[in-house]
């Protein structure tokens, strides 16, 4: 088992930068892949980001490029995630996901069905 607790969101004007962090205890946080998962009001939760648990792949939506990194401290057992140039469209609840027993030390994962342990979410508002 893996415990998933997010934090860093918050409320910021459009164009500003926030970093969320997801602290991961309970298991061996290496063996996990991980993801950030967002969910907007009437929207269906959508992946952000995911990194493998080497962390030597990365894999982001076409929304996300450019603009937003993951990455993670093994050290800390955390999962970060580096937005800037926030939009509007940004806003909503993001989640941090894992995955236990990935294929591969290179593995990401996309789908929502993929991951089995989940954070209880931190809010990202953007203003314009």
């Known amino acids: 088992q893996v415990q998933l607790v997010e934090s860093g969101g918050g409320l910021v004007q459009a164009g500003g930068s926030l970093r969320l962090s997801c602290a991961a205890s309970?298991?061996?946080?290496?063996?996990?892949?991980m993801g950030w998962f967002r969910q907007a009001p009437g929207k269906e939760r959508e992946l952000v980001a995911a990194?493998?648990?080497?962390?030597?792949?990365?894999y982001y939506v076409e929304s996300a490029k450019g603009r937003f990194t993951i990455s993670r401290d093994y050290a800390k057992n955390t999962v970060y995630l580096q937005m800037n140039s926030l939009k509007a469209e940004d806003t909503a609840v993001y989640y941090c996901a894992a995955k236990r027993f990935p294929y591969s030390s290179g593995s990401v994962y996309s789908r929502r069905d993929d991951y089995e342990h989940w954070g209880q979410g931190t809010q990202v508002t953007v203003s314009l």
């Open positions: 309970g298991s061996i946080f290496s063996s996990f892949a």
């Open positions: 990194i493998s648990w080497s962390g030597g792949s990365t």
